[in-house]
C-alpha cells in the first residue's frame, strides 16, 4: 500500500511537472509569438495535454463560472489586427479588402496566425461566432474551412484547434424545365432520365458560431473569460476566409418548447389552411457539394416517380450523414395562407440505423425556435415515413405567419445521443491508455503465469479501469433509455466490455490473460462509435401540414397495396425496354465521331465521368463501363477502345512493346510529332518522375525516348506515425535513417513495432535515397537500357544488406495488420502508400489529431569522402525519394486507322482529363461516392494540391513530391519482383547471407531480361558485348 | 403393333457393311438415329466449340510464338526444346504436378470411397447431414481462405499466435512465405477440398447398387465386407469409379488456384510451382502464348496419358 501511494505522489508530481513545463511552452509561445524554434513535437505535446471542453467546463462550473450577461464585443477583422505568416508559407499573407455590404473587411489566407486584441467587459462565459464570406480563388476549393482559435496565444480545451466553418453551394436550376405539376424540373438526357444540375458556390455573408465539430455539443462553445484586456487568435489550418467581424457574445438563452408556444398564442392552423410542400430535392441550397438529388425507386408514390425512367426525386441519403451538413429548403410566404401553428411533416426513409434515430438541428429562417429542435429524431424504418418533426416524446408545432417566406434548415447532429457519444469516445480513449500502459510492461503477448506486479508498476491504470468500467456502465443505463428497451445488442457490448474491466481490475492475475480482449473490444466499440455517427437520411418532400388536422388527414408514408403493384408491375414491364447501362449522354449529334472511352472501376465512378464529360469535356465522347480484363480481348479482337483509362505503368509498357497501345510522344522526332505539345503539357502538370514510368528508350534512336499515356494517378509511401506516443516516449520524428536507428531500441523496449515494406518495395526505398538505379545504363548514353539488372552493384547490395538487417536483427515484422497495429499504437510508425490516410481518417476517428504522415526517412547525402553535405541554406542535405508508381490514360492502337479529327479529339479529352480541373472535379465528386474523408491519389500536382488537405498536411505531401523517383519499365520487368523476393525471404526465414541470396538470382533476372528482349528485336547484353568488345573492354572485366 | 414389326424387318433385311465406304455407312446410321443426335446436338456444339475447339488451336498455337496483341509467327517446335531443355522452372513444376498428383489424385479418391462407404452405413437422414458436412467445402468456393486465416504471417494468425503465446517460438513464422512449410500445407488444404464431386458420385453409386446381388453374394460365399466391397459393391459402381477418377485427375493436374490464393504467385522459390502456374505464368504474366499453349499441351497429354492408365487399373476391379 505504501508503495501504491509512493507511486500515487510520483504520478501527482509528474502531471504537475508536465502542467508547468507546458505552462512554460505556452508562455514561451505568447511571448515569441509564433516562434520558429518550437519543434513539431513540442507542439503535439502542448495539443496532447490540453484539457477537452467537457472537464474544461465543469472545472470552472466547479468554480462558480456563470454565463456573462450584458452585451459582450465586436471584432472588427480589418481594424487593429496583428499578422504572424506561417514560416512554410511566408508569402502566405492578409490583405484589407472593401466589401460594398461590410466595409472593411479582412483576407486571411489559408496559413498563418492573425490576432486581436480585446477588452472583456465582464468576467463570465462567453460565446463566440464570426462572419465571414468564403474567399473565392482560382482554385475549385469546395471543403469546410478550419481554424484553430487561442485566447492569449493559448488553446483552452481541444476542441479549438478544429472549428470547421461550411460553404454554401446553390444548384444552377434552369427556368425552363418544369414538370407537369409546375414546379422546378431537370435537365433530360437522351432516355428520358434527370440528369443532376450543376452546382455553385455562393459567396455571401453568413454567420457562425464556434461549435465542437466532432458535434458532442449542441449549442455553441463556450469560453471562460476574465474581465480586462485579452488576445484573441484565429489560426489558419485549412482554406482561405474573409472575416468582417468577430462577435464576443454572453450565451443566448433559447426558448423551451413550453416558452414557445406561449410565446406564440394558442392557435392551431385550421385544417382547411392550405398545406404547402417543397420537393426535397429542389433545395435552396447546401452545405456541400456532394449533396445533390437522387433516384427513388423503392416507392410508388416518392414524387415524382416513372417505371422506367430514373426521376430525381430524393436527397440526402449517405451523401448527408457527417456531422455539420446541412440541406435549406425555402417555403414561399404565398402558399402560406392562414396564421398559426403547423407540424413540419417530411416523408423520409432511415433505414440504416437499424433499432436507432438519426438526429438532425432545426433551422427556421437560420435560427434555432427553441431548445427541442437541436433533437429532432428520424426513427428506423425499412420503408418510407411521413411523421411530423419530433423530439423523440412529441410532434413539435412551429408558428407560421401567412405570406412570409420561410427557410428551413436541416443540418446533422447527434441530439439526444451526443453526450453518449463524447462518453464512449472518452471511454475509447481510456482503454487505449489502459492498454498502451500495460503493454508497456508485459508486450503484446503478455505469458499469463507471470507476475507482473500490476498494483505495484501501473497502480494508476487499474485506477483508471475502474473507473472506466464505472463509467460504461452508467453508459449502458443511458443507453437502455435512449432505446426504450430495443436493440439489446449495442448494450450488451457495454456491459461485456464492463465486466471485462471489472474482471481485470479486481484480479491482477486477470490483467494479462484478458490483454487481447480488451484490444479487441476497444476496436470493435471504435468501429461502433463510427458507424453511429453516421447519420444519413433520405428525403423526398416537405410539407407544413396545420396542426388542426387529425392523423387520418396527413399523408401517408408508404404505397397503399395496389398502387405498389402497379408500379412495380409496369416497372417490371418498362425493364425490358429500358438500358439501364447506358450511361446516357446529352449529345445526340452523330456527324461527329466520338472518342470511345472505357472505364473498368466502379458504376459510380463511371457516372461520375460522364456527369464531368457532359459539363466541362471539350470534345464528344462515348464512355463505356466495362469489366476489368475485357481490354485484352477486345484488343486482340481489333475492338477495343480509342482510350483506356487508369492503366497500371506495367501494363501500359506491355501493351506498348506488343505495340497495342499508340506512342503519344517520340522524342527524336520533335515537332514533328501529332501532339507536339505532349512534354510541355506534362511538364506543366506533372511530377517529372510520373513520366519514367511511361516511356521507352527508342530502338531507332538510342538515347531518346518515346513516350506512352498521360499520368492519372499517382502512388508513393510515405511516413505515418503516432504523435501521441511519439510524445509520450519522449521521441523525435526521423529525418534520416540515422535517427531512426537512434530511436528504434527505445521503440523495441516499449513492446512497439516498425512497418517497413520488405523485398523490392524496401530495396527500391533504400537504392532510390542513394541514387542508384534498378537497371544498368550498359552503353553509357545516360539513358536506363534495361539490358542489366543493377541491383548487384555494390550500393546495391549494401542497401539489400541493410534491408535485411532490418528485418533480421531489428526483427521488423514482415506481416502485419497495419490498420489495427496502428490504431492500438502498436506500431506508432510505418511507412505506408499515402493514400492509407483515408484508411485511417475513417477507420480511427478516434484519433483525430493523434497521428500524421510526413516525409520518409532519408538518407544523408555524402561526398567521396564520406562527409556529409551541407545545403546552401546551410542544411543537411538529405535525400529522402521514395519510388513512385503511375497508372496512365493511354491512347490505344486502332487498326483501321483513325481520322485526323478522331485523333486530335483524343488528345483533347486526354487532356482535358488529366487537366487540374477535371481532375479536382473529379476528386470532389470521388469523396462524395466513398465519404469525406476519402482522398484520390491524382498525378495532377495542381490537383492534389486542391484537395482538402490541411496546410501541415499539404506541406508534408508537397516535400514528399518533391522527393519522388519513377521507376523505368523494361521488358521483363516483372521478374525482378519475384526474384528480390525470393531472395528475401530467403535470408528472412532461413537466416541466410543476403549478399549471397541477392547474387544467387542475378543470373535468373538477366536471362529474363536477355531473353525477353530477343522477342522484341531490342539488342541484349551479350549482342552489346560481342558487337563493341574492342572498344570498351572496361565494361566487360 | 405392325409398324413396329416393320421396322424390324427392315433392320431384318441385311445391308452388307462391307457394301458401303465408312462415311456411307455413318451417314446412314446417322439418319438412322436422327433423333438422339438432334437431341446431342445441342450440347454437342457448344462443348465442340468452346472445349474440343481450343484444344486443337491451342495445340497449334504451341508451334508459334503468339504474344495476344500481334499476329502470331511459326516457329516449329522451338517452344518444346525450350521447355524440356532450357526451362528449369518447368521441371520443378513437372516434379510438383506429380506430387500434387500422386499424393492428392489417390489419396483423396481412396478418401472418398471409403467416407462413402462408410457413410452409406448411417441411416438416410443423418447420413445426409454429413453427407452435407463432407461435401461443403467444396461448394462454398474459396474455404480454403480459412488456412490463410489460421496461417497467418501475422503474429496474430491463429497459429502463430497460439506458438508465440505458449513460447515455441519468438518470431511469427511465414507459413506460406517459407519453402519448407508451403508444399505440405498445401497438401492438406488439396485433400481437405477434394471430398467433392467425387465423393458425391460415389455415395450415388454405393445407392444404386442391388441388394438382391448381396443376399446372392452371401449364399455364394462371400465371406465378409472387404469382399463384399470388391466383388460387389465396386464393380457394381464402376462408371461412379471411373467418373470419380477422371474428376480426380484433372483436379489433381489442374491444381494450383488454391496455392496461389494462399502461398501467392509464385510461390516462394517455386517451391509449390505447378505446372497450371506456369502456363498462367507464361499466358497471362508474359504474353507468351504460343509457350503456354505448348505448357497446356503437354500437360493435356500427361492427362490423357493417367487417363488410360486408371482405366486399365480400373478394369481390374472385382477380379
Known amino acids: 500500500m505504501r508503495s501504491s501511494k509512493t507511486a500515487k505522489a510520483i504520478a501527482v508530481l509528474l502531471a504537475l511537472l508536465m502542467l508547468i513545463s507546458t505552462g512554460v511552452c505556452a508562455v514561451n509561445t505568447a511571448e515569441d509569438g509564433g516562434d520558429t524554434e518550437k519543434t513539431t513535437m513540442d507542439q503535439v505535446k502542448e495539443y496532447l495535454y490540453s484539457e477537452d471542453y467537457h472537464t474544461y467546463i465543469e472545472e470552472r462550473n466547479a468554480q462558480n463560472w456563470t454565463d456573462a450577461k450584458g452585451a459582450g464585443v465586436v471584432v472588427k477583422a480589418a481594424n487593429d489586427y496583428t499578422f504572424v505568416p506561417d514560416p512554410d508559407y511566408p508569402e502566405q499573407t492578409v490583405e484589407v479588402l472593401t466589401d460594398p455590404e461590410k466595409g472593411s473587411v479582412l483576407h486571411m489566407p489559408e496559413a498563418g496566425m492573425t490576432s486581436w486584441t480585446v477588452n472583456i467587459p465582464e468576467t463570465g462565459y462567453y460565446v463566440v461566432c464570426i462572419e465571414y464570406m468564403p474567399y473565392e480563388t482560382q482554385s475549385i476549393n469546395t471543403s469546410n474551412i478550419k481554424r484553430e482559435f487561442f485566447i492569449d496565444g493559448k488553446a483552452p480545451f481541444s476542441e479549438s484547434y478544429y472549428f470547421e466553418f461550411t460553404r454554401r453551394f446553390v444548384d444552377n436550376y434552369n427556368a425552363d424545365f418544369k414538370r407537369d405539376d409546375g414546379t422546378q424540373g431537370f435537365q433530360l438526357d437522351k432516355n428520358g432520365n434527370e440528369k443532376k444540375p450543376t452546382k455553385s458556390q455562393v459567396y455571401r455573408w453568413s454567420t457562425s458560431y464556434f461549435r465542437d465539430s466532432q458535434g458532442y455539443e449542441l449549442q455553441p462553445l463556450k469560453f471562460a473569460l476574465t474581465k480586462g484586456e485579452h488576445t484573441i487568435t484565429l489560426n489558419a489550418t485549412m482554406n482561405d476566409l474573409i472575416l468582417s467581424e468577430i462577435r464576443i457574445e454572453a450565451p443566448a438563452k433559447l426558448y423551451t418548447y413550453e416558452e414557445y408556444l406561449a410565446a406564440h398564442g394558442t392557435k392551431d392552423a385550421s385544417a382547411s389552411a392550405n398545406a404547402p410542400k417543397v420537393q426535397a430535392e429542389t433545395p435552396t441550397a447546401t452545405s456541400d457539394l456532394t449533396i445533390y438529388a437522387l433516384n427513388d425507386r423503392t416507392s410508388a408514390i416518392t414524387e415524382p416517380q416513372h417505371a422506367s425512367n430514373q426521376l430525381l426525386n430524393t436527397i440526402g441519403d449517405s451523401k448527408w450523414q457527417t456531422f455539420g451538413q446541412w440541406i435549406e429548403w425555402t417555403i414561399p410566404g404565398s402558399e402560406i395562407t392562414e396564421d398559426g401553428y403547423y407540424y413540419i411533416v417530411p416523408r423520409f426513409k432511415q433505414s440504416i440505423r437499424e433499432g436507432l434515430y438519426v438526429s438532425r438541428v432545426l433551422y427556421i429562417n437560420g435560427e434555432v425556435p427553441f431548445e427541442n429542435c437541436y433533437r429532432i429524431q428520424f426513427n428506423y424504418s425499412d420503408d418510407w415515413q411521413c411523421t411530423p418533426l419530433s423530439d423523440g416524446e412529441q410532434s413539435l408545432k412551429f408558428w407560421f405567419e401567412a405570406g412570409k417566406d420561410y427557410t428551413i434548415k436541416m443540418e446533422v447532429g447527434y441530439g439526444n445521443m451526443s453526450d453518449t457519444l463524447r462518453q464512449i469516445g472518452d471511454c475509447i480513449n481510456d482503454m487505449n491508455s489502459i492498454y498502451q500502459s500495460i503493454i508497456r510492461i508485459t508486450g503484446p503477448n503478455p505469458d499469463e503465469f507471470t507476475s507482473y506486479g500490476f498494483a505495484e508498476v501501473i497502480y494508476d491504470t487499474i485506477v483508471l479501469m475502474r473507473k472506466t468500467q464505472l463509467k460504461i456502465t452508467d453508459i449502458a443505463e443511458q443507453f437502455k433509455k435512449i432505446l426504450g428497451g430495443k436493440s439489446a445488442s449495442d448494450i450488451a457490448t457495454l456491459e461485456k466490455i464492463a465486466y471485462l474491466l471489472q474482471k481485470m481490475s479486481s484480479k491482477e492475475s486477470e490483467i494479462a490473460k484478458n490483454l487481447d480482449n480488451l484490444k479487441v473490444n476497444t476496436g470493435y466499440l471504435g468501429t461502433w462509435v463510427m458507424n453511429t455517427k453516421l447519420q444519413a437520411l433520405n428525403v423526398d418532400y416537405i410539407s407544413l401540414q396545420p396542426a388542426s388536422k387529425t392523423e387520418k388527414e396527413m399523408p401517408k408514408g408508404t404505397a397503399g397495396f395496389w398502387k405498389s403493384l402497379g408500379f412495380e408491375v409496369s416497372a417490371f414491364f418498362a425493364s425490358f425496354f429500358t438500358d439501364y447501362n447506358s450511361l446516357g449522354s446529352l449529345d445526340d449529334n452523330r456527324d461527329v465521331e466520338p472518342v470511345e472511352v472505357w472505364i473498368s472501376t466502379s458504376r459510380e465512378e463511371a457516372q461520375v465521368m460522364r456527369e464531368l464529360i457532359d459539363n466541362t469535356c471539350p470534345v464528344k465522347v462515348n464512355l463505356k463501363l466495362v469489366a476489368a480484363g475485357t481490354l485484352l480481348p477486345a484488343t486482340l479482337a481489333g475492338d477495343g477502345p480509342d482510350i483506356s483509362l487508369a492503366m497500371g505503368q506495367t501494363e501500359v509498357i506491355n501493351y506498348a512493346i506488343r505495340s497495342a497501345v499508340e506512342p503519344l510522344y517520340i522524342e527524336a522526332d520533335g515537332d514533328n510529332n501529332l501532339y507536339s505539345d505532349y512534354l510541355q503539357v506534362c511538364a506543366d502538370r506533372f511530377s517529372d518522375q510520373a513520366l519514367v514510368g511511361l516511356r521507352l528508350e527508342n530502338p531507332d534512336s538510342l538515347g531518346s525516348y518515346i513516350y506512352y499515356g498521360m499520368p492519372e494517378r499517382l502512388g508513393f509511401s510515405m511516413l505515418f506515425y503516432r504523435k501521441d506516443i511519439f510524445a509520450e516516449l519522449d521521441l523525435e520524428v526521423p529525418q534520416t535513417w540515422d535517427d531512426l536507428y537512434d530511436i528504434v531500441p527505445t521503440l523495441q523496449i516499449n513492446y512497439r513495432k516498425i512497418g517497413f515494406p520488405s523485398s523490392l518495395g524496401g530495396l527500391m526505398m533504400l537504392m532510390y535515397q542513394r541514387d542508384e538505379d534498378i537497371y544498368s545504363d550498359i552503353d553509357g548514353d545516360g539513358v536506363l537500357d534495361g539490358m542489366r539488372i543493377n541491383i548487384d552493384s555494390r550500393k546495391s547490395l549494401e542497401c539489400f544488406e541493410e534491408l535485411v538487417t532490418l528485418f533480421q536483427t531489428f526483427k521488423f515484422p514482415r506481416a502485419y495488420d497495419l490498420a489495427t497495429y496502428f490504431r492500438m499504437g502498436e506500431m506508432p510508425i510505418a511507412v505506408a502508400d499515402y493514400l492509407t490516410y483515408n484508411q485511417f481518417t475513417i477507420y480511427a476517428t478516434e484519433l483525430r489529431g493523434l497521428w500524421e504522415f510526413t516525409l520518409l526517412p532519408g538518407t544523408v547525402v555524402r561526398d567521396d569522402n564520406g562527409d556529409a553535405v551541407y545545403g546552401e541554406d546551410g542544411k543537411l542535405m538529405i535525400n529522402s525519394n521514395a519510388p513512385c508508381s503511375v497508372s496512365a490514360t493511354v491512347l490505344m492502337r486502332d487498326k483501321n486507322g483513325r481520322s485526323e479529327e478522331l485523333r486530335k479529339n483524343c488528345w483533347e479529352y486526354m487532356k482535358w482529363w488529366t487537366g487540374a480541373e477535371a481532375q479536382s472535379t473529379y476528386a470532389k465528386q470521388y469523396e462524395a461516392i466513398v465519404g469525406m474523408a476519402a482522398k484520390f491519389n491524382t498525378a495532377n500536382t495542381e490537383a492534389l494540391r486542391n484537395m482538402s488537405w490541411t496546410n501541415q498536411e499539404r506541406k508534408n505531401l508537397e516535400a514528399q513530391f518533391a522527393h519522388l523517383k519513377g521507376t523505368p519499365e523494361f521488358p521483363g520487368g516483372y521478374i525482378i519482383t519475384r526474384y528480390v523476393d525470393f531472395a528475401f525471404l530467403n535470408c528472412y526465414n532461413n537466416n541466410a547471407n543476403a549478399t549471397d541470396s541477392l547474387l544467387d538470382q542475378i543470373q535468373y533476372i538477366n536471362n529474363e531480361l536477355s531473353r525477353k528482349r530477343k522477342e522484341f528485336g531490342l539488342i541484349t547484353y551479350e549482342d552489346y558485348k560481342e558487337q563493341n568488345q574492342g572498344e570498351h573492354p572496361e565494361w566487360f572485366k | ?319
Open chain 2, 1 to 319: 403393333m405392325s409398324q413396329n414389326t416393320a421396322v424390324k424387318e427392315r433392320k431384318a433385311k441385311p445391308v452388307a457393311r462391307k457394301d458401303m465406304s465408312k462415311a456411307q455407312w455413318t451417314l446412314k446410321e446417322m439418319k438412322k438415329h436422327k433423333a438422339g443426335y438432334i437431341m446431342i446436338a445441342p450440347f454437342f456444339i457448344l462443348f465442340f466449340v468452346f472445349t474440343v475447339v481450343p484444344v486443337f488451336l491451342s495445340m497449334i498455337l504451341s508451334f508459334t510464338s503468339f504474344n495476344l496483341l500481334e499476329w502470331p509467327k511459326f516457329i516449329g517446335l522451338d517452344n518444346y526444346i525450350r521447355l524440356f531443355l532450357d526451362d528449369d522452372i518447368f521441371l520443378t513444376a513437372i516434379q510438383n504436378t506429380l506430387i500434387f498428383a500422386v499424393v492428392t489424385g489417390p489419396v483423396s479418391y481412396l478418401l472418398s470411397l471409403f467416407v462413402a462407404w462408410f457413410i452409406n452405413e448411417l441411416p438416410p437422414k443423418m447420413r445426409a447431414f454429413v453427407t452435407l458436412i463432407f461435401y461443403a467445402p467444396s461448394i462454398a468456393g474459396s474455404m480454403y481462405q480459412i488456412f490463410g486465416i489460421f496461417f497467418s504471417s501475422d503474429r496474430y494468425g491463429y497459429v502463430n499466435g497460439f506458438l508465440i503465446e505458449y513460447n515455441f517460438i519468438t518470431e511469427p513464422i511465414q507459413f506460406f512465405q517459407n519453402a519448407s512449410y508451403v508444399m505440405p500445407l498445401c497438401i492438406v488444404v488439396a485433400l481437405w477440398t477434394s471430398l467433392g464431386t467425387t465423393f458425391l458420385s460415389f455415395i450415388a453409386g454405393l445407392q444404386i447398387v442391388d441388394n438382391s446381388l448381396y443376399e446372392a453374394g452371401a449364399l455364394d460365399g462371400v465371406k465378409n465386407r472387404w469382399q463384399e466391397l470388391w466383388y460387389i459393391t465396386l464393380p457394381a459402381m464402376k462408371e461412379q469409379l471411373m467418373f470419380g477418377a477422371v474428376m480426380s485427375i484433372t483436379g489433381s493436374f489442374g491444381f494450383g488456384g488454391i496455392v496461389t490464393a494462399l502461398a501467392g504467385f509464385p510461390s516462394v522459390d517455386y517451391c509449390a510451382w505447378t505446372i497450371m502456374h506456369h502456363l498462367e505464368d507464361y499466358g497471362g504474366q508474359r504474353f507468351e502464348v504460343g509457350y503456354s499453349s505448348a505448357i497446356a499441351t503437354i500437360l493435356f497429354l500427361m492427362m490423357i496419358g493417367s487417363n488410360m492408365l486408371i482405366k486399365k487399373l480400373l478394369s481390374k476391379v472385382g477380379q
